[in-house]
């Protein structure tokens, strides 16, 4: 009963067997090498680095993708391996090279993470290659042999990663992506309906409205784990980031459209053909981003935008031939929709690895694409030399620690150094709430693995026995310890050590007391470090990126307005500067997400409030698109109307960063609006007005009624408790 209690408890905490099969994988890789080399070709030196190698590339390395994908960044990052055992091996010769080239080595591997979350999966694994090979013996001519055992582990492992008990593959954020266009698709077609026969059908477009909020929200870069979030530098991943973003736009425009649905039917309506559109080319550009499918054909989409523009309702003043407003408001709201869905289907064209056809309408949005991946790189990678980046801050507590680790392994002369960097690895986190937490389990589960350990060597001196019983404690280690928690893990991890050293250095229950030692110097050096270096971790980085990012959002906003009125030039260098601080925050925001927080504290909506500005850039890009600068010059009341509408909304952009930065009360929020209420305040402009200009008035007027909608997602107009 007991071992069936277990096994359950086992399944349970392993759907799919996802933690079984890598363990099971890893098992018989390093069980094969380590037999062929200890004891086949007699070398413990290809047996160290082989086994190691296997555990290293097989547990500590997190790759994204299907198994194919896997083998092939495991075989292509050798040239790295090769370099790092290099380097440790020929700096081995002195603690304090060998401490330098950890603080090197710890730094540039944890930092090439933000150019491409697979790096950020090889970390760890890369820089236990190094800490391997900087401990003495100082013994450059074994490098070849070193070299070998690894080259070994990481073929071999690649195969079977292919060929035994591959796991299912695992849903991308591609696919993420499709899902969610093809929901916000069907709720685009009853938005259409919506605007042609406003009675018609609530039940079914209620369920297919929340249907689409569902396949929307996972979208957001913290929801997904850094192997799947598309957060590389590259020019496709780049695009799935926009993609995302226009998508949630795309579903807050038709929310918005369906509300402002005529009290009764009308036939015949540019606005909802338009949408209907709209609704076909985001179904086809979700379809797009699947392996092999075509690229997305924005011809469509384009003639019913013209076609929509076109069809504007015309007049030449006052009277019976004023311009029908309530109809442009609902034209402008579902071309702003168009415009949306178009930057939506643009980067799902660059995303799938087309060329941005039609891009010149985004010139900024999708420059990128025209520049090669090392400009890319190096972009994002400038970007985040910064004092609050959240990364750099982490590859530093990282290099830093693991360096001092070597340091007190080197100059204590521990016969087993390479623990303590290990432990420090182990348990030093972003955070020092998250270290401290790690702290715990580490030390506990070390001390019954040293107990079992100690007796272990006491009662059993037979080699033999080690050799047979290493597939067991291998699979315990990595398949069992895993599941049942850390404690677990680092309790049978010990006893893995001491079944392998035993068969290559036996040093009997003296290597109990060392795994002890080792393992409690790495775990305090590990703490100081995380309380010393930005205890805080990515809440700390967040919240002064977000006040940033919300601050150049609302400058940005005004200096569009501004450009509309003839006051200002186009916003080229504000939106540029929204994009760069857009860096810092999604990082941040990814890191946030993967570390602890105090449940009594009350936390931001960060979703919402990452969401306020990211309708910014393209929504900006777009309406001067249409509405190109100066089309409102020369108008004194609409130039009031619209001065005291940013000026709202530049407050409240500020009134967010102030509460962000500060967790203070918040500031009013515009209420959000809808089309009656735009008609009430654009009537009493009209006047004699040319109908070209009430339709530059109505499609700003709208877009600053969107900001301030988006703002209203963060807390509702009459929240006034403190965030």
């Keep these: 009963m007991l071992a069936t209690s277990l096994l359950g408890r086992l399944r349970r905490r392993d759907p799919g067997d996802a933690v079984l099969r890598r363990a ?5 890789v390093a069980s094969v090498i380590f037999y062929a080399c200890r004891y086949g070709a007699g070398s413990p030196v290809l047996a160290t680095y082989g086994l190691f190698g296997a555990i290293a590339a097989g547990s500590f390395a997190q790759l994204p993708g299907p198994a194919p994908q896997r083998a092939r960044i495991l075989v292509t990052s050798l040239p790295a391996v090769w370099a790092l055992i290099a380097a440790g091996t020929l700096l081995a010769w002195s603690t304090w090279a060998a401490a330098g080239g950890m603080l090197v080595v710890g730094f540039v591997v944890a930092f090439a993470g933000v150019g491409n979350p697979r790096l950020v999966g090889l970390a760890s694994a890369f820089q236990l290659f190094y800490i391997l090979a900087s401990f003495p013996p100082y013994q450059p001519d074994t490098l070849p042999q070193r070299l070998g055992g690894v080259t070994l582990a990481i073929v071999l492992l690649a195969a079977a990663e292919v060929l035994l008990w591959p796991d299912p593959v695992p849903v991308t954020f591609r696919q993420l992506l499709t899902r969610a266009a093809d929901g916000v698709g069907a709720f685009l077609d009853d938005a259409a309906d919506a605007l042609t026969d406003p009675h018609a059908g609530h039940a079914g477009r209620d369920s297919r409205r929340a249907r689409a909020y569902d396949l929307v929200a996972p979208l957001g870069l913290g929801r997904n784990p850094p192997e799947r979030a598309p957060t590389a530098a590259g020019a496709q991943d780049r695009a799935l980031r926009i993609s995302a973003a226009a998508l949630r736009e795309v579903l807050a425009e038709a929310d918005r459209l369906a509300g402002d649905a005529p009290p009764e039917p009308i036939g015949e309506l540019a606005a909802a053909r338009l949408v209907r559109t709209c609704a076909e080319t985001t179904r086809a550009a979700g379809r797009s981003l699947s392996p092999g499918a075509p690229p997305v054909d924005l011809a469509g989409l384009d003639v019913a935008i013209r076609a929509a523009e076109a069809a504007y309702p015309v007049g030449r003043g006052g009277g019976a031939d004023a311009p029908d407003v309530p109809r442009m408001c609902r034209d402008a709201t579902a071309l702003a929709l168009a415009d949306q869905v178009r930057v939506f289907a643009v980067g799902a064209r660059v995303a799938a690895g087309a060329r941005p056809a039609g891009g010149e309408a985004y010139p900024r949005l999708f420059g990128y694409a025209r520049h090669s991946p090392w400009t890319l790189y190096w972009w994002q990678f400038r970007s985040h030399l910064a004092p609050s980046s959240a990364h750099l801050h982490s590859a530093l507590r990282l290099a830093v620690a693991l360096s001092v680790a070597r340091v007190a392994a080197g100059v204590l002369q521990l016969n087993h150094g390479f623990w303590v960097l290990l432990a420090t690895l182990t348990v030093l986190r972003t955070s020092a709430a ?4 790690a702290l715990r389990p580490a030390v506990l589960g070390t001390i019954a693995g040293v107990v079992v350990s100690g007796l272990l060597v006491l009662l059993v001196e037979d080699p033999v026995v080690y050799a047979v019983v290493l597939p067991v404690t291998l699979l315990l280690a990595f398949g069992v310890g895993r599941l049942l928690g850390p404690v677990w893990q680092q309790a049978l991890f010990t006893l893995l050590l001491t079944v392998v050293f035993s068969q290559l250095s036996p040093e009997g229950w003296r290597l109990a007391e060392a795994r002890l030692v080792d393992v409690g110097l790495g775990a305090v050096i590990g703490v100081l470090a995380g309380v010393a270096m930005w205890p805080r971790g990515a ?6 990126n977000a006040t940033r990012y919300l601050t150049a959002s609302g400058d940005a906003v005004e200096r569009t307005v501004e450009a509309v009125l003839g006051d200002a030039p186009p916003p080229e260098d504000d939106l540029d500067r929204v994009r760069q601080r857009m860096v810092l925050v999604d990082s941040s925001y990814c890191q946030y997400h993967s570390e602890r927080h105090d449940p009594q504290r009350a936390r931001v909506n ?14 900006a890009e777009s309406l001067l698109r249409r509405n190109p600068p100066g089309c409102l010059a020369g108008w004194p009341a609409a130039a009031a109307l619209l001065r005291d509408a940013v000026g709202q909304l530049r407050s409240a952009y500020d009134e967010l960063a102030g509460e962000v930065a500060q967790g203070r009360a918040a500031g009013p929020v515009p209420a ?15 006047g004699d007005v040319d109908s070209s200009a009430v339709r530059h008035l109505v499609e700003v007027d709208r877009w600053l009624a969107g900001l301030a909608d988006s703002l209203t997602r963060i807390h509702p107009p009459d929240a006034n408790r403190r965030r």
Excluded: K, N, Y
Excluded at 24 to 28: I, K, Q, S
Excluded at 539 to 544: A, F, G, M, T, V
């Design 672 to 686: 959000p609006t809808d089309c009656v209420d735009e008609v009430d305040r654009v009537r009493p402009l009209l």
């Design 434 to 437: 998250d270290t401290r937490t």
């Design 606 to 619: 960060w979703d919402a409030v990452l969401g306020a500005g990211q309708h910014v850039v393209p929504g």
């Design 24 to 28: 099971v994988r890893l098992t018989l």
């Design 539 to 544: 809440s700390r980085d967040l919240r002064p």
